[in-house]
């Protein structure tokens, strides 16, 4: 998305051409603020809420003064914040792509890793972030423990791209509130967490019966919460019947999909699923393709890749204790295993 279209949706909450044209003005005067010459100029939302503001459809101007944030070399921050306990949040997510074939081979597979931050700190704080970059461990001579290569790594305009440049160092004035400090792709084989096997057999065009087994390869004092194996079903077929170890399965006919939902799946546990449905006793000839099974997951407390917060420094001139917390989050992003059937 555009840092237009996200600022848009800020303000109207659907982006839309009637909320466009219903808020003709506004857009005009947001348009004004974010480019200037062509270079965007004033882009996070909250500093732009603090001078246009909608009331309606009309445009009110809630200061005739121009807050410093704009004129600041610190944009996305207002000044004068007071919390009476500083904190940061530090969520590490990372979403796993795999393409799996009807053989069992992995075809392709990727890690995608945001670092989101949620900061209630008081003043005008210096963040450093320090995360076992293998890039950075190999400028200091340091080789102990697990690292990794991070690529395409994108960061929020807060971060000081030349001091990363320079020496690898994480630093920054951070945004208040809830932001998207950076973003980044690890390029390496995946072991696919939730392993699926699935037999499909169709019996004499009267009735198709599918056996589907999931198994958690990852380790056992983890667990996966709100799993979802999503498998394509003919779109003929009806009168539906389910058996299942755990969680329950439930038909989708506008998808032809049966959903098999487990809400907590533990690390090294195998569950299987069965399901019947009768068929039309005329056949369908017509080949409708051959749709993948998909995956949902959420795995807590744990990463894929292995990156790790090492520490998180918080200096202010006033001299506070902060309070930095971190959760690892591993979930499924584009996460597909196609079949024989």
């Known amino acids: 998305k555009s840092c237009s279209a996200v600022v848009f949706t800020e303000y109207f909450k659907e982006l839309e051409e009637e909320s466009i044209q219903d808020n003709f003005v506004v857009v005009y005067e947001l348009l004004d603020e974010l ?76 890690i995608v890793g945001s670092i989101k931050l949620k900061t209630m700190l008081s003043g005008m704080p210096e963040l450093r972030l320090g995360l076992n970059d293998r890039v950075l461990f190999a400028l200091t001579g340091r080789d102990k423990g697990k690292t990794v290569a991070m690529e ?25 509130g809830e932001s998207e400090l950076m973003s980044y792709r690890i390029n390496t084989h995946v072991k696919p967490l939730i392993w699926i096997e699935s037999v499909i057999e ?11 087994k999931a198994k958690g390869q990852f380790k056992k004092q983890s667990v996966a919460n709100n799993v979802e194996v999503r498998v394509p079903v003919p779109s003929d077929a009806d009168t539906p019947k389910f058996k299942t170890s755990t969680g329950h399965a439930k038909y989708v006919p506008e998808k032809n999909l049966v959903v098999w ?35 949902k997951f959420e795995i807590p407390y744990f990463t894929v890749s292995g990156i790790q917060v090492r520490y998180m420094k918080i200096i202010e001139k006033s001299g506070y204790q902060a309070l930095p917390w971190v959760r690892y989050i591993t979930q499924s992003g584009d996460y597909q295993l196609r079949t024989n059937a």
Request: charged share 25%; aromatic share 8%; proline share 5%.
């Open 152 to 176: 395409d790594v994108k960061f929020h305009q807060c971060v000081r791209l030349s001091r990363f440049e320079s020496d690898r160092t994480i630093s920054f004035i951070p945004p208040d």
């Open 202 to 212: 169709k019996f004499s065009h009267s009735r198709v019966e599918i056996m589907v």
């Open 35 to 110: 480019m200037d010459f062509g270079f965007p100029q004033t882009t996070d939302s909250k500093i732009l809420q603090e001078y246009i503001t909608q009331e309606g459809n009309k445009l009110e101007v809630a200061k005739t003064k121009v807050p410093t944030t704009v004129t600041n070399a610190v944009s996305w921050r207002s000044e004068g914040l007071k919390y009476k306990k500083n904190e940061v949040f530090i969520d590490v997510i990372e979403s796993i792509n795999v393409l799996v074939n009807a053989n069992g081979s992995v075809m392709s597979s990727d």
């Open 261 to 295: 939902t487990i809400k907590s799946f533990p690390g090294g546990k195998e569950f299987l699923m069965r399901a019947h449905f009768g068929l039309p006793s005329v056949e369908n000839d017509e080949m409708e393709g051959k749709p993948p099974i998909t995956v």
